[in-house]
């Protein structure tokens, strides 16, 4: 079984500029997430969604992060723009119906300059 | 005080011992608990998880969970190099059937040779 897929893996961009990740759960997993892990910390839940509708989203940044998940399946997190505090790893991750249990994609490794 | 908090080490124990790694958490309605292994620049990785006062084994890890303490602990028995990383404790938030994980911040462990 594939696991959760994301792209790209690296990303470097200057600040102000605009960036983009994608994201691919596993198959059948209705729950989509995407977090923010700082070096020396646990990821931070940015966003949940329940198939297409994002449920919890009150710790994304709304002034410049935004976030679509449009057939339920994957999804696209953006921040525009971009500030030297965003340089940190973007996780997504999925989970089964009716579960809790979380499956992790590889990341993005987002470097701000 | 932290959601859910974890030493963050490094715990050292020499190859062939058991490795005990504690978590506490402040959300009494917390119901699901676990535990991820993170190797440095990978995603973390499910490995247990634990939702009943007592021990869950599955082979070589053993889950401990008092809710009426909020601690919840990770046993590795036979502790091999290759389990050289760090575990990162997460609690469900707010109960029933929330996916809402908070993580702690990880306990590096190191197996010495």
């Known amino acids: 079984e594939a696991g959760v897929v994301q792209s790209p893996r690296y990303k470097i961009i200057e600040k102000k500029q605009p960036v983009a990740f994608w994201c691919n759960p596993i198959?059948?997993?209705?729950?989509l997430y995407w977090y923010l892990q700082n070096l020396g910390q646990g990821p931070e839940l940015l966003i949940r969604?329940?198939?297409?509708?994002?449920?919890?989203d009150s710790q994304l940044p709304k002034d410049r992060f935004s976030a679509e998940r449009l057939k339920g399946v994957d999804s696209t997190l953006k921040i525009q723009p971009a500030e030297l505090g965003d340089s940190a790893v973007y996780l997504c991750?999925?989970?089964?119906?009716?579960?809790?249990?979380?499956?992790f994609g590889p990341g993005t490794r987002l470097t701000v300059l | 005080q932290k959601e859910v908090e974890q030493n963050s080490g490094p715990l050292s124990v020499p190859e062939g011992a058991i490795a005990s790694l504690n978590c506490t958490y402040s959300?009494?309605?917390?119901?699901?608990f676990f535990w991820y292994r993170q190797y440095s620049g990978k995603s973390p990785e499910l490995i247990m998880f634990?939702?009943?006062?007592g021990d869950k084994e599955d082979g070589r890890f053993t889950a401990q969970l008092n809710k009426a303490s909020q601690y919840v602990s990770l046993l590795i028995r036979d502790s091999q190099p290759s389990d050289s990383a760090t575990y990162l404790c997460?609690?469900?938030?707010?109960?029933?059937?929330?996916?809402?994980?908070?993580f702690g911040t990880g306990t590096l462990l190191a197996v010495q040779p």
């Open positions: 991750a999925s989970s089964p119906p009716s579960s809790n249990e979380q499956f």
């Open positions: 198959s059948g997993h209705n729950t």
């Open positions: 969604y329940e198939n297409e509708e994002a449920v919890d």
């Open positions: 959300d009494r309605g917390s119901q699901s």
């Open positions: 634990i939702y009943s006062n």
């Open positions: 997460a609690v469900n938030q707010g109960g029933g059937a929330t996916n809402k994980l908070i």
